[in-house]
């Protein structure tokens, strides 16, 4: 049983693509719709004699019909759902064997940092943080045990950018995987494995689910052993997700593409708003010109998204607190890339796992906000900003 995708597919333009991507008519009905395939096994005519499907942890047709899409809308051959986004970032680690070395980048998704430090150190897996977007720190920390690269762009939650081109022509010629965390960009603003990664991540929770109501991970690759031995991790361990939450994703993919570019055009007036704003310090958002990554953002990416963080002048808890506390329209609350905005904190929130030293060596000082810009009306937005930072 394959899920390689149709490489005509990978032709179609975006919007196509998003709307197309995994859908086949349902062979024994024709729904236009991917059914829902709850069932946990299949019956056999005789012992070995089956229609391609013995239990649903190995093989469910809407999971495969999601991972079709997923290959499709990030340019690969191949793609794997999980259940969680760290479950997939899990899977990648279990590829390793103690004594293998990581590095990865030292501004990322607070969960992901746990799962390497708390569970997969433990394990004897070395994991070297530094930071990506300067190339050469990558370089000067690569060893004859280095396995994989892991990068996050544009970062949750600095918005720092790292060149997915440079850092996969050093891993190439040292033969070390890169996989790359492309949650807070989706694929309709960035196609990693078009700039030469091996491996790329998502939280599907996020962008490409949609609407805040599923908790989901997907990788996708384009190698077939690598695709194999991902497989056989995804049904050896069993972190795969319900065919009801595969619908879910699949149905919010279809519309990925007016979303992000509503997102993206939200997030841009509200950064240049924020940004003008005389109580406010500084604002991460690597659509500014003079943002340090703003080069390579454009070299990589369609657009800048709806993602930013921002500091108040007054830099106190008690200051962030109140913005925190007094929007109406930005929720508090974690995850993101849902078509609602979102506030959040990230120090005692997304981040809390990562110690307080560690985070302010990296610049995640205690009064950063982060906002998931959504796809309301924008003057609405901006009017809930105005009377919450005051
Ligand atoms: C950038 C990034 N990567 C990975 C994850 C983990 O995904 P999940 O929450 O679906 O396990 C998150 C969750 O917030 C995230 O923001």
Redesign the pocket.
């Known amino acids: 049983m394959s899920n390689d995708t149709t490489s005509d597919k990978n032709s179609f333009k975006l919007a196509t693509k998003f709307i197309h991507a995994g859908a086949e008519p349902d062979p024994s009905t024709g729904a236009i719709m991917t059914p829902i395939y709850q069932t946990s096994t299949y019956v056999q005519t005789a012992p070995g004699q089956h229609k391609g499907y013995e239990y649903a942890r190995s093989q469910n047709p809407t999971r495969f019909a999601l991972e079709r899409a997923f290959a499709e809308i990030e340019n690969a051959k191949f793609g794997l759902a999980f259940s969680?986004?760290?479950?997939?970032?899990d899977a990648v680690i279990k590829l390793l064997v103690p004594g293998d070395e990581v590095i990865a980048a030292n501004d990322?998704?607070g969960?992901?940092y746990r799962l390497f430090t708390k569970v997969f150190e433990k394990f004897g897996i070395k994991f070297i943080y530094v930071d990506t977007t300067n190339v050469s720190n990558i370089e000067q920390h690569i060893t004859g045990k280095t396995k994989l690269i892991w990068i996050?762009t544009p970062?949750?939650p600095l918005m720092n950018i790292t060149d997915i081109a440079a850092v996969s022509a050093i891993a190439k010629a040292k033969n070390i995987l890169v996989c790359v965390?492309n949650?807070?960009a989706s694929p309709y603003l960035q196609n990693p494995i078009d700039f030469g990664a091996d491996i790329v991540?998502?939280?599907?929770?996020?962008y490409l689910g949609g609407h805040s109501d599923v908790?989901?991970?997907c990788l996708v690759m384009n190698d077939q052993k690598l695709r194999d031995d991902l497989y056989f991790i995804q049904k050896s361990c069993g972190a795969v997700p319900g065919p009801q939450d595969c619908f879910l994703v699949l149905r919010g993919i279809k519309t990925l593409h007016v979303r992000m570019q509503r997102h993206c055009e939200n997030g841009a007036k509200i950064a240049h708003w924020l940004r003008q704003h005389p109580k406010v310090k500084k604002v991460y958002w690597c659509g500014f010109e003079d943002h340090a990554g703003y080069a390579v953002a454009k070299k990589q990416m369609r657009d800048f998204g709806g993602m930013m963080s921002f500091e108040l002048k007054d830099e106190t808890i008690e200051a962030a607190n109140k913005v925190l506390s007094s929007t109406k329209l930005f929720a508090l609350a974690?995850?993101?890339g849902g078509v609602e905005s979102l506030i959040n904190h990230p120090a005692s929130m997304?981040h809390a796992s990562i110690p307080r030293e560690e985070r302010m060596k990296n610049g995640l000082s205690d009064s950063l906000m982060r906002l998931s810009v959504g796809i309301e009306d924008v003057e609405d937005l901006i009017a809930d900003l105005e009377q919450a930072i005051g």
């Open positions: 969680s986004g760290v479950a997939a970032t990322m998704y969960g992901t996050e970062t949750n965390d949650t807070f991540m998502h939280s599907a929770t996020k908790i989901q991970g974690e995850s993101l997304t």
